[in-house]
């Protein structure tokens, strides 16, 4: 069983930067691909970025492409989510999730633990 606790949500502004966290139990974290998803109100669920065990193969959906960063530091039992140049369309609830898969996955299907959520809101 893996637990997954988000932080760094916010309200912003357009432009704005913000910096997401995820902290994962368990010691086998590392062993893990790690991936970021939102929801906006009334749409699916959709993949943002993923990341290998190592953080040396990173995944970006193309609306976040140049603008968001994933990384990891697996001595932390951390996943991070660099957010910058934000857009009104940018909000979201955010989620981490782990994969037990090798490559990184986009499918939630393909994830097996899931994190609470926090709110992201980017303002005009």
């Known amino acids: 069983q893996v637990q997954l606790v988000e932080s760094g949500g916010g309200l912003v502004q357009a432009g704005g930067s913000l910096r997401l966290s995820c902290v994962a139990s368990g010691r086998t974290f590392s062993r893990y691909v790690m991936g970021w998803f939102r929801q906006a109100p009334g749409k699916e669920r959709e993949f943002v970025a993923g990341?290998?065990?190592?953080?040396?193969?990173?995944y970006y959906a193309d609306s976040v492409k140049g603008r968001f960063t994933i990384s990891r530091d697996n001595t932390k039992n951390t996943v991070y989510l660099q957010m910058n140049s934000l857009k009104p369309e940018d909000t979201a609830v955010y989620y981490c999730a782990v994969s037990k898969l090798v490559l990184v996955p986009t499918s939630t299907l393909q994830y097996s633990y899931w994190g609470q959520g926090t709110q992201v809101t980017v303002s005009s």
């Open positions: 990341t290998n065990w190592s953080g040396n193969s990173r």
